[in-house]
């Protein structure tokens, strides 16, 4: 029995580290609509720093922001799961896997879209 | 062409996740010698928490860490991955993926080290 | 006019990087009623390599923790200020400052409790 | 005996907390000079939030970056505080604290620059 990785499994690996990366590295920041846009572009342009990795989107649910700021007492709060909708690409020996993360049932869920063979 | 994830493209996605999260959520730490071993306690203890992670192994290297601070005028220092080595299993689906940190050449190295069907 | 800062404002200042620190390095750990234990002894331990800083508090309030898990699809959860009781207590040139996180009308807030002359 | 704070006192503590806020929020990001910019303004802008907090400049020594990466098989590296120097202005009950971040014999050294009495 082989247990040797293959190359689709190893940029499926390589997308999850960039994903749990993103997200413990920038929980926890304090995040208003106002200061939401230049949090996006920071997260983005340092992922994509990262090996491997070709594209990162990030998206602040300002909406969602606004809500939850409407009934506070503080003008910010902290960055969580629930603002976030995030998609990673990662391309690794000829592999690419799309990943996405967005809430689900109020969870955010990190998932693998997609992982196509390049060469095909 | 189908580019659904197999079961063992998300047991390493999961894997990678676990391994983000660990570096990230506790990089910057401040660590000395003394307070090594509760550290590495919380980070397995925390990261087993995660969906699907089966075991989580930190050894905090605090040799290195000890050298480290010899010439220094501190007596800690902050966590990083060249005072760590991290083994995480992961088991998604009946597939079992082993994951490593270790040091190479001076630099940590995250990597798939194998994956499992343990069906087989 | 001097603005030079006095001992008591410097041990002050030093005390509200402490409490910087410690929320901000790990607030987002994944904590659940098992893990909480070891995760306060390692945000005390790892607070406490820093300078002037004498002693650290830590109180994971796992009741709290338990409701919120209570009607949630998962088994854990991420630490964030509103499980959490912190004291800590500086020393700076004869100076003690002690300091506290605690919840007020649901929010955590820092306050510095007192400011005392050791001298006196 | 009172050992109640002075507006002062509390002033510098929220000054301190901004700093270790910034600091283990931001530490272990990845960085290049390319993506250095960014970061730059996602930091202040999310520290700016917090309250009684009027100014902060932060400033990501790209020089120091290049050379760090000069002899580097990477393209990025981690966010410390050898890489940074950081300003930020309090003003909390009619008292402006002004604090700095800077590099002191290779360590950073925070530390509070002046306390002043807007009043005066």
Do not use: W
């Amino acid at each position: 029995m082989d247990d040797t990785p293959t190359d689709a499994e190893v940029a499926c690996f390589e997308a999850g580290i960039k994903f749990g990366s993103l997200y413990h590295q920038f929980a926890g920041t304090p995040v208003s609509p106002e200061s939401a846009s230049s949090l996006e572009t920071a997260m983005e342009a340092a992922i994509e720093n990262q090996p491997h990795c070709r594209d990162v989107t990030v998206e602040i649910l300002t909406d969602r922001l606004a809500s939850a700021l409407e009934d506070a007492t503080a003008e910010y709060t902290e960055l969580t799961g629930r603002f976030l909708e995030v998609e990673i690409t990662v391309e690794y020996e000829g592999r690419e896997v799309l990943t996405r993360m967005e809430l689900d049932d109020g969870y955010p869920l990190m998932s693998v879209v997609s992982v196509r063979d390049l060469d095909e």
